[in-house]
């Protein structure tokens, strides 16, 4: 039996801290590119340069080869093509990787080859050598998540082989401590005419090379477990950081899919359509097919004039409550429970991005006074209650709570705790402070109290009663789907470049720079109840990761539930929480009007 997954659907992100130095190198990871086609090769070295690589770029394979003995490279990206008539004495791919594999200075490198778009071409790479075949035109997203992996998979493959190194040393070690104590042993056999005083010296020196041995073996193995334990931290922290520095790819991607927020459900423009193609069918249908297509028509007149009813609805609904939906910005810091102290980054290189050992891992630590290492939570809340009283989900509220994202940091040793809580409203350009105020112990909801200062929003209408959702009923949900990503998206792209520019990948700067060009307002989706059960309402507006807490309205424009999980696999179906689980929260709910 096959079980559904329920995603929480806030938006986790791993930030960069507001901290800078001076005159301090990043040991990047280094990138070998090989392409003959000068435009080409500036837009994969501009890519990966933005992504934080060093790259040094070549247009034939001869070149590269002694670039990626000298230089220590990780990886090689070479297109399969680049051997043309200009380069005909040139070495073919094959023995490009073959050379590269042959030897034991580059025989770790990572090779992944472009190719033609056809799965022939991929095929064959994978059977030149390669570790990976991308077809083109390539995704700039694609590619850099395609390096990534491979990255990965040096650096393990570097771990293993560095575990290894130590293994055979402490082996040999412990081999020359035997060899001395043979030795020993056979001086003291053959010191039986000496004194006793100095029988018990030998005896010493045999104690102390056993002893030395022990100490090297319990310092190897505690070295590996910390090498262990904080890999598995930094591979955590490795994926936001990453995330941040592809934001304004991911923000192109969701404006070309989904453009702006907007509130007319896509089934409108596919109805249309339809209806279109019905009318050109019976124009040239036969008696008998033309009824048929008659009673198509009227059936998909009805349903779009059902959806265009639906959609004045939203319109009159969405001017007068889009006001009350802040988006909630969590930081949330991380503290070792033996020493109290909070993780922290080793320091920062001149462009503000964390330092890299040699595996190009960001190297984190419990001493100095480097920057916090913070960790981003993106959801939504709404206006529930007087004096900022605003209601939301109690994993917004308290991220860790049932999140196996944040189990990996518990199990090393890591307290995940609250360092502070911004709030953004539609409409004004300033961050105001929140705090937790209420947790419900049982369901996933929490209050938060907003400082509005001299902010005013109006309270959201609820509906408290017994039959506020009905199966079948259109409703509309506002949320941050998506979080910062989607709000970048409504800028053009040009201005989405400038505020990453400008701001760096500073979390609180973009979103204080998103908030004063007014761009920070929810996405507004709309749908239907397909299921009601005893806690939970299940609907079809679309929604994401940031959406978490989003009121959900029926078609009066009443709240009836609160966003909290999406159903993975599940046609799009996503779950909120009827509204009358907030009572115990927010006091005794007043009568319904």
Request: hydrophobic share 40%; with cysteine; proline share 5%.
């Amino acid at each position: 039996m096959c079980f559904p997954i329920f995603l929480p659907c806030d938006e986790i992100l791993f930030s960069t801290p507001e901290w800078s130095t001076d005159n301090m190198d990043n040991a990047r990871e280094k990138i070998v590119i090989v392409e003959a086609d000068p435009t080409a090769l500036e837009t994969l070295r501009s890519a990966l340069e933005t992504a934080g690589y060093d790259v040094i770029s070549f247009s034939n394979a001869g070149d590269a080869l002694d670039a990626i003995h000298h230089a220590a490279a990780n990886l090689l990206l070479m297109n399969a093509r680049s051997r043309n008539a200009s380069d005909a004495d040139g070495p073919h791919p094959r023995e490009t990787i073959a050379t590269i594999r042959g030897s034991a200075a580059t025989e770790m490198v990572r090779v992944i080859l472009l190719v033609g778009s056809g799965p022939e071409q991929r095929a064959e790479a994978l059977n030149f050598g390669a570790d990976d075949a991308i077809s083109q035109p390539c995704d700039s997203s694609e590619l850099l998540a395609r390096v990534r992996t491979q990255l990965k998979m040096f650096r393990a493959q570097k771990q293993l082989r560095d575990e290894a190194s130590i293994a055979i040393e402490g082996q040999q070690i412990a081999h020359t401590a035997f060899e001395a104590l043979a030795v020993t042993e056979k001086m003291a056999n053959d010191a039986t005419s000496l004194d006793h005083k100095l029988k018990f010296g030998f005896v010493a020196i045999c104690a102390i090379v056993v002893v030395m041995a022990g100490i090297y073996f319990l310092f190897a193995r505690s070295a590996q477990k910390e090498t262990q334990r904080g890999n598995a931290i930094i591979t955590r922290f490795e994926g936001g950081i990453v995330r941040q520095q592809d934001l304004v790819a991911e923000a192109r991607k969701i404006r070309t899919q989904q453009g702006t927020a907007t509130g007319t459900p896509a089934a409108k423009g596919d109805l249309q359509k339809q209806a279109a193609d019905l009318k050109a069918q019976m124009a040239n249908a036969n008696p008998n097919d033309a009824s048929s297509l008659r009673k198509q028509l009227e059936e998909t007149n009805a349903r779009l004039a059902r959806i265009e009813q639906e959609g004045q609805g939203a319109q009159t609904l969405i001017p007068a409550d889009v006001q009350s939906v802040c988006l909630l910005y969590v930081s949330v810091a991380l503290r070792d429970k033996n020493t109290g102290q909070r993780l922290r980054y080793a320091g920062l290189n001149q462009q503000g991005q964390p330092l890299q050992d040699s595996d190009g891992e960001p190297i984190l630590t419990l001493e100095g006074h480097g920057p916090e290492v913070k960790i981003d939570i993106f959801g939504t809340g709404f206006v529930a209650g007087p004096n900022g009283r605003v209601i939301t989900n109690h994993h917004v509220a308290e991220p860790w709570w049932k999140s196996d994202d944040f189990k990996v940091f518990t199990d090393q040793g890591y307290q995940p705790e609250i360092s502070t809580i911004r709030a953004y409203f539609p409409g004004d350009a300033r961050a105001f402070h929140a705090e937790v105020q209420q947790i419900s112990p049982e369901i996933d909801l929490a209050t938060m109290r907003v400082d509005l200062q001299d902010l005013k929003r109006s309270v959201l209408l609820v509906d408290w009663n017994q039959g506020a959702a009905v199966t079948g009923q259109p409703v509309i949900l506002m949320g941050y789907a998506t979080g910062l990503a989607a709000i970048l998206a409504r800028t053009d792209e040009d201005t989405a470049q400038e505020i990453i520019a400008h701001n760096g990948i500073d979390t609180s700067k973009v979103l204080d720079e998103l908030a004063h060009r007014n761009l920070i307002r929810p996405l507004i989706t709309q749908g239907h109840i397909g299921d009601i059960l005893p806690d939970k309402i299940v609907f079809d507006a679309q929604t994401t990761n940031g959406g978490s807490g989003g009121p959900l309205f029926n078609r009066k424009g009443k709240v009836i539930g609160v966003t909290y999980a999406v159903l993975r696999g599940f046609g799009g179906s996503n779950f909120g929480i009827p509204i009358k689980f907030s009572e115990p929260l927010l006091g005794a709910a007043p009568p319904a009007p």
